[in-house]
């Protein structure tokens, strides 16, 4: 499973809407275990209009769970329409969020949300 966070710099979750990120961190998980990371750039992190969720499909769509500090009520019905699981945190770091999201996972490693 892929999540996407929201940060500011790679390490610090971003305090604007998830689509206003500069960039996200994506994590490979499998079960509890990360094994893969990369740092994507936000082309659209000047520029995002709320509610636009086609935009940060095109830079995180591969990801199933989307976590931030903020998303727009319209943004989250529409991806859980769609099949993600948008996830709010009030953490500060990147490694507080994963922990917040590693503590969702069932044992057999499918999220609860």
Not at 18 to 23: K, N, V, Y
Not at 46 to 69: F, N, Q, T, Y
Request: charged share 30%; with cysteine.
């Amino acid at each position: 499973m892929k999540v996407a966070f929201a940060t500011v710099d790679g390490e610090r979750i971003n305090d604007d809407h998830f689509g206003q990120s500069p960039m996200f961190v994506v994590l490979k998980l499998d079960g509890s275990k990360v094994i893969g990371k990369e740092v994507r750039k936000n082309p659209y992190a000047d520029s995002h209009v709320h509610a636009r969720v086609d935009e940060i499909l095109e830079v995180v769509g591969d990801c199933k769970v989307w976590v931030g500090k903020s998303m727009g009520k319209g943004s989250m019905k529409k991806l859980v329409e769609l099949g993600y699981h948008p996830i709010l945190t009030e953490v500060e770091t990147l490694n507080e969020a994963l922990s917040d999201v590693l503590k969702r996972l069932s044992p057999d490693g499918k999220l609860n949300t």
